[in-house]
């Protein structure tokens, strides 16, 4: 008899601790998710006017592979940008009935990528034994700038911008001769 | 004798291996060969205006009095427990710009008169879009005390995304991002072509809006409300 009961009130007590195993889960996973990061809300900085003719876009996933000393780290980047021309320094000069129009040197601007997942840390270590595999935000910064100078120099080397110069000279005469009727020259600065 | 010049050999390459480290601390390697995807495309894009939006995060512990529920309060203990500050601020600016899509201006959308030297263009309305962001983070405070760990690239990598993904949401749900700067793009626009083709003697008059759009307008103007259609009759000659 003693035995039934003890059999019965062990039974009841699993029973007991399943259920409330059950109602703690289920309040686990309604709860809300313990976040550390607060963020402010987005605030304007600048606005600014300008007038520039952009003739390539360009966008580019590059791995970043940088060392400090003795600590390395690898990561993917995604860079978008441009080649653009500052039309505001744009210059014409009329040649009888041409109007002759001086191009401003192009500006080549790569920035990270806004689309999601466009800096992904795959890797961090450092090869001292017991050294820091952290790097400081200085530091990711300064082989971020390299990296983001890098690109640039490239869009160079490829080309982009000889062939960003031949369509804007195109899209500005197109424009002027449009509007005016009259021949236009594109001089455009190297 | 042997054993003795080849330990010295090897010493002389391990000194000249560890000289070559000192040599450059801060290296990039330069990737062209390992470029994952570049997509290069022409456009025809007349920029007018630019914003530059900051954004804001701060990383700290749960403090136990704002917390709710059983997971922020399992966290905000755990946290308390911790010997040591855990602490930081971090910010960067996104870029947006208003612009116009020149290939949409068609020979219909100028117009010109020479006899008084006047010029109209219909212009293209501008249009928003994201031009990328700061790769650099700005810290505007860190403060990691005690036992904590530190912040490293992994986790201001997941900071950044998630800032980003906040105000991409709020760029598009915000008509005070968009207004300001298309505004300005409308204001910069007219000034640009009235004084280049100014210089030339033209007076320039600028339209906004593509001409289907304009007519499409009137038409709607024009056209009686559809509950007066009926007492208006149809003609079913």
Known sequence: MIRKIYTSLIILVILAAVAAGVILWRKWQTAPVADRVRLSPARVSEIKSMVELSTVDIYEEIPLKGSIGKKHLVARVALEGSVSFDLDSLRLEERGDTVKVILPAAKVELRE??????????????????????????????????????????????????????RAARSVADLLSGTTGRPVVVVSLP | MRLTFRLHLLAAAAALLALASCVSPETVQESDSEIMLRRVKAVNRLTLAQMRVTKMATVGDLPLDSARGMRQTVAALADALK???RKAAYSYDTY??????LSEIGKEDLTVNDLVKRVTIRLPEPEVAFAGRDAEI?????????????????????LKEKMNAALRAEVEESEEFRRPLLENARRRG??????????????????WGKKEDAEKKDDVLLSPPP??????????R
């Open chain 2, 190 to 207: 007219e000034a640009f072509f009235t004084e280049l083709l100014g210089d030339l003697g033209y007076t320039v008059t600028v339209a």
């Open chain 2, 96 to 101: 947006l710009t208003a612009y116009v899509d």
């Open chain 2, 83 to 85: 010997i040591g500050d």
């Open chain 2, 227 to 236: 509950d007066m259609i009926d007492e208006w009759g149809v003609d079913e």
């Open chain 1, 113 to 166: 990528s806004t689309r999601p997942g466009s800096y992904e840390v795959i890797d961090v270590w450092n090869d001292a034994l017991f050294g820091s595999a952290q790097f400081t935000t200085a530091e990711e910064n300064a082989l971020k700038r390299r990296l983001i100078d890098s690109a640039e120099r490239e869009i160079y080397r490829k080309g982009y911008v000889s062939e960003a110069r031949r």
């Open chain 2, 138 to 158: 700005r810290e505007d405070h860190y403060r990691v005390t005690g036992l904590r760990s530190d912040i490293g690239p992994a986790e201001r990598a997941a």
